[in-house]
């Protein structure tokens, strides 16, 4: 099993940054990648970014692009994301996932994903 907990949501307003975190514990050697999700009130789970625990490698929804960062720290076993100029738009609950799935086009579906956080709210005021 592996465990996730987000932290670091808040209020914030428009143009204002924050910067979430994801710690993993557990079986984390069985992941491949980790990945943001997001889910505002009345809509679906959206995609927002992942990256790859060895390469590194990250992805991004085309609606973050440019202002969004995924970064980790492996011998924290944390993920991070980094938000700027943030928008309204943004306002959702934040959930971090982890998947051992080694396709980088499945990362973008929440089904592709084992185990999930909790959960942080992000709220940007206009």
């Known amino acids: 099993q592996v465990q996730l907990v987000e932290s670091g949501g808040g209020l914030v307003q428009t143009g204002g940054s924050l910067r979430l975190s994801c710690a993993a514990s557990?079986?984390?050697?069985?992941?491949?990648?980790m990945g943001w999700f997001r889910q505002a009130p009345g809509k679906e789970r959206e995609y927002v970014a992942a990256?790859?625990?060895?390469?590194?490698?990250?992805y991004y929804a085309d609606s973050v692009k440019g202002r969004f960062t995924i970064s980790r720290d492996n011998a924290k076993n944390t993920v991070y994301l980094q938000m700027n100029s943030l928008k309204p738009e943004d306002t959702a609950v934040y959930y971090c996932a982890a998947t051992d799935r080694r396709y980088s086009s499945s990362f973008y579906y929440a089904t592709a994903y084992n185990y999930w956080g909790q959960g942080t709210q992000v709220t940007v005021s206009s």
């Open positions: 557990g079986r984390t050697f069985s992941t491949y990648a």
């Open positions: 990256i790859t625990w060895i390469a590194s490698s990250t």
